[in-house]
């Protein structure tokens, strides 16, 4: 039984493929890659807080459309 064993791992691993798969990495810009920052004024109005409001769907629209763009680099590498 332990003779069995044997060469049937001899016999798997001298089927092995030797061909080796190189991945290739994907040029993503560094403007893709920094974070988007957002800031408010300090304000206690409304309009003060509306425009931090406006300022930050600015900020995630921008850094959605990061994503979206560092998506479209790496899925054709996929």
Known sequence: MRRSVLIC?????????DSRVELATPFVPADLLR???????????A??????AIALRAGLNEANGQIVAVGEI???AE
């Open 9 to 17: 791992a001899l016999f798997l691993t001298a089927c092995a493929d």
């Open 35 to 45: 974070p988007v920052e957002v800031r408010c004024a300090s304000g206690d109005t």
């Open 47 to 52: 309009a003060a807080l509306g425009r931090c």
């Open 74 to 76: 790496v899925q054709p």
